[in-house]
């Protein structure tokens, strides 16, 4: 990617290869609105601080380096910590929506 290259473009990228080109999917995940999403995709604007700060959260494995300065490879390792706390933030949302589809959705087979 060049180094002058929209954020969206780089936004576009994550979506595609995390979220199955689920743009809804990514804006829940980073806390965003979809229009906001739209408007990065379509490189109307830019991201701000909070929303970057939100696609790096929700994304840890995207390098901050070639996120924001276009430097180094897209992804960055993960330490042994790192990927334990991924995986136990996986199984706590899996179960959150398991409950939920128990208790509120009234789905009898969670």
Do not use: C
């Not at 979220?19 to 979809?34: D, I, P, Q, Y």
């Not at 970057?52 to 840890?60: K, M, N, S």
């Amino acid at each position: 990617m060049d180094l002058d290259q929209h954020p969206g473009k780089k936004i576009k990228w994550i979506i595609e290869h995390f979220e199955n080109g689920n743009t809804a999917a990514f804006a829940r995940k980073v806390s965003l609105k979809a229009p906001t999403v739209d408007a990065y995709l379509r490189e109307n604007t830019k991201p701000g601080y909070d929303a970057i700060q939100g696609i790096l959260r929700a994304y840890p494995e995207i390098n901050i380096h070639w996120f924001i300065l276009n430097q180094g490879p897209i992804k960055r390792e993960l330490s042994d910590t790192e990927l334990d706390a991924l995986e136990e933030n996986h199984r706590l949302r899996t179960g959150i929506q398991e409950l939920y589809e128990l208790y509120v959705e009234g789905n009898k087979e969670a």
